[in-house]
């Protein structure tokens, strides 16, 4: 958010204590009161217009200092919003959110955590059994589990190395990976 509802709404008219501390209460529930309760999903930009227009739309609306002349202005403009939106329309689909540096690297550790934990997990398991279940009875069915889970090991693992080995090489790659 790029300025806070006090700043915005000091664009337009003189911001008394009273009206200073409803907008700080209103910070917290803008979005519930008007956005968020019209249902659907909202860009980014179109939110942030819905926070200017709000505070252009009260500052022409209120009438006096008071919290109460606040609080009164404020549910007009919140009756505006809901009849037309302010011409805005929803999208189809939510507005996906551009991956951070804090993302990357989470990601980036969790597939490393989930190739140990199918390694000792999944796979000593299965390995472990078939293996004991072969060893008792000795059939041809039990060695082929045996060697089947083996290979998933071994083959998983490989796939594992081969797509960040190739990761590291990707000249798509933003050099984010390559540092680590």
Known sequence: MSHSL?????????????????????????????????????????????RKLAMQKLAAEVQGPSRSDFQSAWISVIRDFHKNQWGEQRLLKKEKKPETKEDKIFWELFSYIWILLQATLVTKTAVFYFGIKSAEEDTTEGRIYVLLAIAFSFISLGVFAYRKSKKKKDPKNDGSSSAM
């Open 6 to 50: 006090k700043d915005e709404f000091s664009q337009y008219k003189d911001l008394s204590i009273e009206g200073a501390s409803f907008l700080a209460d209103l910070e917290k529930t803008i979005a519930q009161d008007l956005w968020q309760s019209a249902g659907g999903h909202w860009s980014l930009e179109t939110t942030q217009n819905f």
